[in-house]
């Protein structure tokens, strides 16, 4: 049976995805990310079985933070982090954000 990562592993492993393709980070294009958060996400990890061991979020929106609003999507790994006893202690996320600039 192959080793199942930990949650710990998480952050080097969907950083290895995006350099994938041996292109620098900030050349990816939104289907490079996209494709190997895809990649991440079907990654099996050492997580409990409860409902949200496990899960993957996403969120999107136009924000102007720094003045220039820009339509941001937000790709999320979200991990249970369980205590000694089994109980939720508390959640790890692991997210890359593709940010594009106002195009209208």
């Known amino acids: 049976m192959t080793r199942r ?11 290895g995805e995006l350099r994938a393709g041996q ?3 900030a050349d990816l294009g939104t289907e490079d990310v996209w494709q190997a958060f895809l990649r991440f ?5 050492d ?3 409860a409902p949200d ?12 933070f720094d003045g220039s ?3 941001t999507v937000d790709l999320t790994r979200q991990f249970e982090v369980s205590d000694a006893d089994g109980d ?6 692991v997210h890359c954000e593709v940010v594009l600039p106002r195009c209208w």
């Open 53 to 64: 061991g496990d899960g993957l979020l996403f969120q999107y929106g136009t924000y102007s």
């Open 5 to 15: 990562p930990s949650v710990d592993e998480a952050v080097g492993l969907l950083e």
């Open 47 to 49: 997580v409990s079985e």
């Open 41 to 45: 996400g079907r990654r099996l990890f």
């Open 23 to 25: 292109r620098a980070l």
């Open 88 to 93: 939720h202690d508390h959640y790890v996320q």
């Open 69 to 71: 609003p820009t339509f």
